[in-house]
């Protein structure tokens, strides 16, 4: 899967010269955390929510509010954006938006087409991925396994199951306790749960959950 089927797009733009005060409140009306900073159709910058908030007088000031919404009228994106921003393109794989994200601390990544914004990747679509990953919306049997990282195991294991009537939702593995294991998660239907355990027996060397959501 690539960033260009799970961006946000069109991207909700701001200009460098919106001041802080419009900008909280865009973002309050949209619902959006951060946007990508546009002059002229290129992308200058990022700015998050977290840096609005750090850009407003602190609460124990001794500002009237006044004084405080003058102060926030004046001051723009451009002056608290992120000017060195990390972006990826609609071809960039999904998981490689992920890593990116995960490795710099960012929740969100504008996509590009040379110069020009043509959408958003952010966690909120990451996680939303992830609920149809793992099958979060649909009931089943959900197990979570330890295996050996040996080829032909995970074959042994989905033939063994599609063979007794179960239909997979959910396939996954991840890092298991050692470089020998693997830490193996699926859900399915059409099966019951007393079944599923019997079937992994031979295959699993431990069952760390399982349960019918």
Do not use: C, H
Request: net charge neutral; proline share 5%.
């Amino acid at each position: 899967m690539l960033v260009g089927e799970r961006m946000s797009s069109p991207p909700i733009v701001i200009p460098p010269d919106m001041s802080v005060s419009e900008a909280l409140t865009l973002f309050k009306k949209e619902r959006i955390r951060r946007a990508p900073i546009v002059k002229d159709d290129k992308l200058v910058g990022i700015v998050s929510e977290k840096d609005l908030f750090n850009a407003s007088p602190s609460p124990a000031t001794t500002l009237s509010v006044w004084e405080m919404s003058y102060l926030l009228s004046k001051l723009t994106v451009a002056e608290v954006m992120t000017k060195d921003v990390i972006t990826v393109t609609k071809d960039t794989p999904i998981e490689e938006a992920a890593r990116i994200m995960a490795d710099n601390k960012i929740g969100g990544l504008p996509v590009v087409e040379g110069s020009r914004v043509i959408g958003i990747i952010t966690e909120t679509n990451l996680f939303k991925m992830l609920l149809e990953l793992m099958g979060a919306r649909e009931k089943g049997i959900r197990v979570t396994a330890l295996i050996k990282d040996q080829p032909g195991m995970l074959a042994k294991i989905t033939q063994a199951i599609a063979a007794s009537g179960g239909n997979f939702i959910a396939f996954g593995q991840f890092v298991g306790e050692d470089a020998n294991t693997r830490v193996l998660t699926f859900k399915v239907k059409g099966i019951s749960q007393v079944d599923v355990k019997k079937i992994l027996e031979p295959y699993v060397g431990k069952i760390f959950d399982i349960r019918e959501i």
